[in-house]
């Protein structure tokens, strides 16, 4: 079931699920800001694969392919999408599942919030479904006409915002491939990331 909260004061308070006795903590960053820092390099890798989709794009047909203006437009709308990613990453748990979707109280930041145990390859889909969010915009700005300046801008914007703001969800992703196997389920507890074995 997933429920909609304004302010969320605390992850603690939504992340905290049974954890079964052969749970095992995944070792990960202690603090948000650490796992962004260490995630930094995944968005620089975004970041360069989009700017050079533009950069190609611009070479090929020759002209400007874009009215930058509209490129703010377009951050403006995936920044609003921000709640969508967040109830993407919510309809991959189960329907017994409880799953929170809110703004972090004091901060920019969205989040999805559930301590239920999932198999690695649905958590593995639960952490890249919002990249729906940057590809598709992405696919639309490729293969739309030179010519449709404007659109071209407000699809670049969202696939900007669409494909960079989940880079910590790959790095979630990259964790579990690294140090869970196949048949192992994983789950959020308060802070930390547990694999069932």
């Given amino acids: 079931m997933i429920q909609i909260k304004l302010s969320i004061d605390s992850i603690n308070e939504y992340q905290t699920g049974i954890l079964p006795d052969n749970a095992v903590k995944v070792e ?23 700017f050079t989709t533009m950069l190609c794009k611009t070479i090929i047909c020759g002209t400007a392919v874009i009215s930058p203006l509209f490129i703010l437009i377009g951050f403006a709308i995936g920044f609003i999408l921000l709640i969508v990613h967040e109830w993407l990453h919510g309809i991959v748990y189960p329907k017994e599942a409880n799953v929170t979707i809110g703004k972090i109280k004091g901060k920019l930041t969205f989040v999805a919030l559930a301590s239920y145990p999932l198999k690695r390859s649905r958590f593995i889909v639960m952490c890249l479904l919002p990249y729906i969010l940057g590809i598709v915009p992405l696919i639309i700005f490729i293969f739309n006409p030179a010519e449709c300046r404007i659109l071209n801008g407000i699809m670049f914007g969202m696939a900007c915002m669409g494909m960079v703001s989940p880079f910590p969800d790959i790095f979630n992703v990259i964790t ?3 140090k869970a196997n196949k048949n192992d389920a994983i789950m959020f507890y308060q802070d930390d990331m547990y694999k069932i074995l």
Avoid: D, N, R, Y
């Avoid at 796992?35 to 970041?47: E, T």
């Fill in 28 to 50: 990960t960053p202690q603090s948000v800001g650490e796992m962004m820092k260490k995630a930094a390099p995944i968005a620089g890798v975004l970041c360069l694969l989009l």
């Fill in 176 to 178: 579990v491939l690294k």
